[in-house]
């Protein structure tokens, strides 16, 4: 089945250190796009990409860190420069050509302990 | 800078009632979102916008795009418990960089 999938549902952070939120799609789509959604609030976009080793700093980059070296592929990781990172992370994906709808991933929930 | 505007950001409806949220965006754009997400999931879709005056209707829920005015609206007819949710609008802005609005909070009170 065609999807875009995101790893791990559930991930816990010390302080001071990096982890990566994995986003994987088999729909042949063009552009990849991270979200943060804080409790209530909507979505802000960190990062997105539209085509193969190249992406955009969004409306809250700073604090993170993405790559596009596959297609199929756009991890997002989160440093240690990011002060707050408790939040709820989600990746879409969607074709450019077709101008179709937007699928997203089921979520990762990141919490600092 | 592609700025979009949801209202009202919540919304407490009797059942049976009708209501209107609308979605106004700063750009032009050639695609508008409408999702929905319940509490703790990710983001389902419901209609995908692509031209002035499309109009798009699943069960009670319809969605119209006026891109001259740049505004989109989510109706609901005769609204049901199910329904209570949160209703998110997003626009694709000039660099494809999708941008959502903050979200209205839908109640359906029996």
């Known amino acids: 089945d065609g999807g875009i999938t995101q790893s791990p549902k559930y991930l816990f952070r010390k302080e001071g250190q990096n982890v990566t939120l994995s986003c994987e799609q088999n729909?042949?789509?063009?552009?990849m796009y991270w979200y943060r959604q804080d409790p209530g609030q909507g979505l802000r976009l960190i990062y997105y990409?539209?085509?193969?080793?190249?992406?955009q700093k969004g409306d809250i980059a700073e604090g993170y860190s993405v790559s596009r070296e596959k297609k199929e592929s756009f991890p997002l990781t989160v440093t240690s420069a990011q002060k707050n990172p408790t939040a709820f992370y989600l990746c879409?994906?969607?074709?450019?050509?077709?101008?179709?709808?937007?699928?997203f991933g089921q979520g990762t929930r990141l919490t600092v302990v | 800078e592609l700025k979009v505007e949801q209202n009202p950001l919540f919304l407490s409806m009797q059942e049976g009632k009708n209501y209107t949220i609308y979605c106004n965006y700063s750009?032009?754009?050639?695609?508008l979102y409408w999702y929905r997400q319940d509490p703790g999931k990710s983001l389902e879709s419901l209609f995908v916008?692509?031209?002035?005056?499309a109009v798009k209707q699943e069960g009670r829920l319809m969605a119209s795009l006026d891109t001259k005015a740049r505004l989109s609206t989510l109706h609901i007819t005769a609204a049901v418990h199910d329904l209570s949710a949160t209703y998110f609008c997003?626009?694709?802005?000039?660099?494809?960089?999708?941008?959502f609005g903050a979200g209205t909070r839908l109640t359906v009170k029996p």
């Open positions: 729909l042949n789509h063009d552009a």
């Open positions: 990409s539209q085509i193969v080793n190249d992406f």
């Open positions: 916008l692509l031209s002035n005056g």
């Open positions: 750009t032009t754009s050639d695609r």
């Open positions: 879409a994906s969607t074709s450019l050509r077709t101008k179709a709808e937007a699928f």
């Open positions: 997003a626009v694709d802005g000039n660099n494809n960089d999708m941008r």
